[in-house]
């Protein structure tokens, strides 16, 4: 796989070093062609590795799930690149994965779990094999509205939509999974994400509290406001971009207050499970030390920790380590109570035996 990647790029790269050696210093109009070729060679690559993925998912997992690949629709692009032209206000087409135990009987009524993608990785590729294990039920996998659904559409989106209408896509996949496979109990649906996947998961039970039984938010962004006053420049500037917000912070705290979940925990009323890490590199614990304040000044109840110096930092549960593996099987575990499978693991070693993990 390597081999045939290095060879991908190579090809790919060909045609930059001819317009690169006839591009003169001062030429603006070469320099021009150079930066766009660049541009689709980033596109390309993105679909190879997209490709790539693909075939890991298969691989990794196929001998324990079904593994359904399907196109939906959301609501239409957060901002249209020219609100008048045809087809402007079309719902916005998006690929999402739907992953069925092979094991599953289809005469009696599964649970179903939405997992919702993080921010770097809208596939995330499949280092371990607990995807499908969460709860026994089928997954749904989805990917919109960031870097690579931005290019493959076209559109002009940000690489990252937190609270957006990234939330309504998710709920459109939980549509979608009820309509389409009649062995899915409706009433027995939870919400799972990590990192910009669990502030998706957040919002998803904020704004549609009724279609979950649970969730779980595992190192969530939680609040923009002292997020982006945290992270650099450039972080800022993707959000005050005219194809996202259209403004900073200062210039608009109510609407980066509507897409935090901090201010929206008033609306909890699903059970909930928040993991948070002292030592996380990308999300800082101050946001969900905020989070965890926030539910408990409002009186919810809900279930948390965050751990103290965890091996991995943002991945902290997400090695292949026994540590790692047995946080994960928390995770499982809390899932369970509130989604009752036909089948639960008492430990590590169960999931082992199951296929679930990797030893």
Not at 83 to 96: E, Q, R, S, Y
Not at 163 to 171: K, P, Q, R, S, T
Not at 172 to 189: H, I, S
Not at 234 to 261: C, L, M
Request: with cysteine; charged share 25%; proline share 6%.
């Amino acid at each position: 796989m390597r081999r045939l990647l290095l060879a991908c790029l190579f090809v790919l790269a060909v045609p930059l070093a001819a317009v690169a050696q006839e591009t003169p210093a001062a030429d603006g109009a070469k320099l021009d062609e150079v930066l766009g070729a660049l541009e689709n060679l980033g596109h390309r690559l993105d679909e190879l590795q997209k490709q790539v993925d693909d075939g890991l998912w298969f691989d990794r997992v196929g001998d324990v799930a079904h593994i359904d690949k399907v196109r939906l629709y959301g609501p239409p692009k957060w901002k249209e690149t020219n609100p008048t032209g045809i087809g402007a206000g079309n719902p916005l087409k998006f690929w999402a994965y739907v992953f069925i135990p092979r094991d599953l009987d289809p005469g009696r009524k599964a649970p179903l779990l939405v997992l919702s993608h993080g921010a770097s990785t809208p596939t995330s590729r499949p280092t371990t094999r607990t995807s499908c294990a969460a709860a026994r039920p089928g997954a749904t996998w989805w990917w919109r509205r960031s870097t690579a659904a931005a290019r493959a559409t076209a559109a002009a989106c940000t690489s990252i939509d937190y609270g957006g209408l990234e939330v309504e896509d998710a709920h459109a996949c939980r549509a979608y999974v009820l309509e389409n496979y009649d062995f899915v109990d409706p009433g027995r649906v939870g919400a799972i994400g990590w990192s910009h996947g669990g502030l998706i998961s957040l919002m998803s039970v904020f704004e549609h509290p009724g279609d979950y039984a649970c969730a779980y938010a595992g190192v969530p962004v939680s609040d923009l406001v002292a997020r982006l006053g945290y992270l650099g420049q450039e972080y800022r500037d993707d959000f005050s971009a005219d194809y996202h917000i259209g403004q900073t912070v200062g210039e608009n705290i109510p609407e980066y207050k509507r897409r935090s979940p901090v201010w929206n925990v008033r609306k909890l009323k699903t059970p909930l499970l928040v993991l948070s890490n002292t030592t996380d590199e990308d999300v800082n614990v101050l946001e969900v030390e905020h989070l965890v304040q926030a539910l408990k000044a409002e009186g919810k109840q809900f279930e948390h920790e965050i751990y103290e110096a965890a091996p991995g930092g943002h991945s902290f549960d997400r090695l292949d380590t026994k540590g790692a593996q047995e946080i994960r099987l928390r995770v499982y575990r809390f899932l369970a109570k509130h989604l009752k499978p036909p089948r639960t693991f008492a430990n590590v070693e169960q999931l082992h035996i199951a296929g679930y993990v990797q030893p």
